[in-house]
T-cell receptor, first 114, second 110 residues
Framework: DAGVIQSPRHEVTEMGQEVTLRCKPISGHDYLFWYRQTMMRGLELLIYFNNNVPIDDSGMPEDRFSAKMPNASFSTLKIQPSEPRDSAVYFC????????????FGDGTRLSIL | RKEVEQDPGPFNVPEGATVAFNCTYSNSASQSFFWYRQDCRKEPKLLMSVYSSGNEDGRFTAQLNRASQYISLLIRDSKLSDSATYLCVALKTSYDKVIFGPGTSLSVIP
């Protein structure tokens, strides 16, 4: 089985530009999570979906961040406009059911905003 | 106080040593607990779940102390390949926000 697939692996862009990160969860998984990881703040949950519906977006830092899941096999995390402080590794993860199940992470997107 | 706290380390131990990490959680309603391992510049991967009665997987032993609200991970006979950051996770009842600890860094030295 393919794991969680994220793209791009690396993104370098100038501040003010729109950034779109993409994620394909493991087939059959009904939960999808977006995380951000930095040295200072560790691994932070930004938002998660259940059956394509956003359940908790309280971790989304501000209105510049938005996430969508138009179908069971695709999700996007968008930052517009991007700022240097958004530089981080962004992980997508999926799991089959709720809290008792482990999450499977993608390789992450390393984002650098200049 | 953070919801999940860990000693960041680093823990530097010689090969063959036994090392233990603790992780404390603040919400007594937390029901599910896990240890994840993250190698440098890689994604976190599940190491093991933590069961109420404690559980063992080879050289790794996980324990839960609900009264004191902490979980622990014991690694026996450390290998060089155990060098990584170990993240604990606490989950509340039903499906709720996933809280990862900040991680504990382990370096096993030859």
């Amino acid at each position: 089985d393919a794991g969680v697939i994220q793209s791009p692996r690396h993104e370098v862009t100038e501040m003010g530009q729109e950034v779109t990160l993409r994620c394909k969860p493991i087939s059959g998984h009904d939960y999808l999570f977006w995380y951000r990881q930095t040295m200072m703040r560790g691994l932070e949950l930004l938002i998660y979906f259940n059956n394509n519906v956003p359940i908790d977006d309280s971790g989304m830092p501000e209105d510049r961040f938005s996430a969508k899941m138009p179908n069971a096999s695709f999700s996007t995390l968008k930052i517009q406009p991007s700022e240097p402080r958004d530089s981080a590794v962004y992980f997508c993860a999926s799991s089959h059911t709720g809290g008792g199940q482990p999450q499977h992470f993608g390789d992450g997107t390393r984002l650098s905003i200049l | 106080r953070k919801e999940v706290e860990q000693d960041p380390g680093p823990f530097n131990v010689p090969e063959g040593a036994t090392v233990a990490f603790n992780c404390t959680y603040s919400n007594s309603a937390s029901q599910s607990f896990f240890w994840y391992r993250q190698d440098c510049r890689k994604e976190p991967k599940l190491l093991m779940s933590v069961y109420s009665s404690g559980n063992e997987d080879g050289r790794f032993t996980a324990q839960l102390n609900r009264a004191s609200q902490y979980i622990s991970l014991l690694i026996r006979d450390s290998k060089l390949s155990d060098s990584a950051t170990y993240l604990c996770v606490a989950l509340k009842t039903s499906y709720d926000k996933v809280i990862f600890g900040p991680g504990t860094s382990l370096s096993v030295i030859p």
